[in-house]
Nanobody, 129 residues
Framework: QVQLVESGGGLVQAGGSLRLSCAPS??????????VAWFRQTSGQEREFVAAVSRSGKDTIYADSVKGRFTISRDTAKSTVYMQMGSLRPEDTAVYYCASKSVILTVPPGVDTGSYDTWGQGTQVTVSS
């Protein structure tokens, strides 16, 4: 069973930048051909959509709260999805999760957790004021 591994989280000051990475720990065939999304969650809150990229990498979707500050991309050759986060704010503090689908579907990326069935363990991002 494929698992996702996130990396790149950490502590940064407000206004700073971080780049998160997501890659499968096992077989890469499906991941490389699936829509991939980032979600984030804070304690006691629902997991919320942040950004998604289509299987081709050509289409991206962003939550309004991060539009213009975050950029999602993928490197198919490396089977890795990235999220470059800039102009970080304290309210961006959360555990960030990468998600994909275990079957290949030719549909636009979803913005709800139900669109994905494979998740990583999460990486903590903390933005200090």
């Amino acid at each position: 069973q494929v698992q996702l591994v996130e990396s790149g989280g950490g502590l940064v000051q407000a206004g700073g930048s971080l780049r998160l990475s997501c890659a499968p720990s096992g077989r890469t065939y499906t991941f490389s051909r699936s829509n991939v999304a980032w979600f984030r969650q804070t304690s006691g809150q629902e997991r919320e959509f942040v950004a998604a990229v289509s299987r081709s990498g050509k289409d991206t979707i962003y939550a309004d709260s991060v539009k213009g500050r975050f950029t999602i991309s993928r490197d198919t050759a490396k089977s890795t999805v990235y999220m470059q986060m800039g102009s970080l704010r304290p309210e961006d503090t959360a555990v960030y999760y990468c998600a994909s689908k275990s079957v290949i579907l030719t549909v636009p990326p979803g913005v709800d957790t139900g669109s994905y069935d494979t998740w990583g363990q999460g990486t903590q991002v903390t933005v200090s004021s």
